[in-house]
């Protein structure tokens, strides 16, 4: 073998010229095979056969990437259902306190404010409705005198007349939270169609009747007096859903603080 710098000759075997060091084509190869790296391993993977917690990970990676898209779907129902059902009932459940024009009330949460004067039997101060879709709660406040015209008499001491006619009104006046219901009842017999009593106790009344949509609904009505003004609290729900609603009707009621 030659060298092919010099031309000296080289043993065979040998990994240099001895003349001029000039590497041989088998030290050569040998150089460039001792110089060659090792076949690169993946990071992870390394890690993966080190570390029993990466290999866990990777195969819970696997298991989820395996899943069928369908039931996929139906885990992403299921949850948003339970999400919207579990939004309802706490609505449902939740009260909050509101503070109106001469009393507090604690009503359902939910209740949203709607227009019905359905119940309105004269001239009222105001009218107040708030409904979910269970329930419907309602206030009219009347002015008395509306009621009891000779209250805004303002008769002289030598008016005899007069004065027989407002205190016989105050008196009127006192006894109006008791009497009132009556009146209520003469007039919703003759006003509501299918009207049934179904108590009448006091300040209490109670009732059924068909609505426009000849469905029959429950009402209770509870009466106030408070100085000149007349409150007239009722709540309305279907006459089936009134064995359901009995109770929070009761809650609702003494949940009434005037002021």
Known sequence: MVCKTCGKPVETGEKMCRNCGTLTEFGLESQMVGLKKPQQTNDFQQKAARFGEVTVRERKASVFASIDPKIAGIILLISMLVIFFGTFFYYESKNITVEMKGYDITLPASMREVKD???????????????????????????????????????????????????????????????????????????????????????????????????????????????????????????????????????????????
């Open 117 to 259: 004067r359905s119940f309105e039997v004269m001239d009222s101060i105001s009218c107040d409705s708030y409904a979910n879709n269970r329930m419907e709660f309602t206030c009219i406040r009347y002015d008395a005198e509306t009621i009891i015209p000779d209250l805004s008499l303002n008769p002289s001491n030598d008016d005899i007349e007069g004065l027989d006619a407002y205190y016989t009104a105050k008196s009127e006046l006192e006894m109006l939270d008791l009497n009132f219901p009556e009146m209520l009842d003469g007039i919703f017999s003759e006003k509501l169609k299918n009207y049934e009593r179904k108590k009448l106790q006091g300040r209490v009344l109670e009732f059924t009747y068909s609505d426009k949509a000849m469905v029959d609904n429950f009402v209770a009505v509870h009466i106030e007096v408070k100085d000149h003004t007349v409150y007239q609290f009722s709540l309305l729900c279907s006459n089936d859903q009134k064995s359901k609603l009995e109770k929070k009707f009761k809650d609702i009621f003494k949940s009434i603080e005037m002021h």
